[in-house]
């Protein structure tokens, strides 16, 4: 069996391949990021989901990268875990 490692390396190497991984970056970047404040703060999808008025489906969709929330969304998930959503242009 190949290590994700090298098998993502060879990928790369296809100059398409490689704009698409990094225009998608941010997107999970984020995902990632939702989730492990997530699971730190000990909540499930629908302990989230409760607190936020939505089902865990929604959430689910959300951490698979099955949807694109809204800034509101994503905005109500981070408070309802005592945090803020920063979004910063570069």
């Known amino acids: 069996m190949e290590k994700w490692e090298d098998v993502k390396k060879e990928l790369l190497k296809d100059k398409r391949v490689a704009e698409e991984y990094k225009r998608l970056a941010p997107r999970y ?4 990021d939702l989730i492990k404040a997530r699971i730190r703060k000990g909540l499930t999808q629908e302990d989230l989901a409760r607190k936020i ?4 489906s929604a959430i689910a969709r959300i951490e698979a990268g099955n949807a ?3 800034i509101e969304f994503l905005e109500k998930i981070t408070k309802a875990m ?3 959503l920063e979004i910063q242009v570069k």
């Not at 970047?29 to 990632?32: A, E, K, N, Y």
């Not at 008025?53 to 865990?56: A, D, E, I, R, V």
């Open 82 to 84: 005592g945090l803020k």
């Open 53 to 56: 008025g939505t089902k865990q």
């Open 29 to 32: 970047q984020l995902i990632s």
């Open 68 to 70: 694109n929330p809204s």
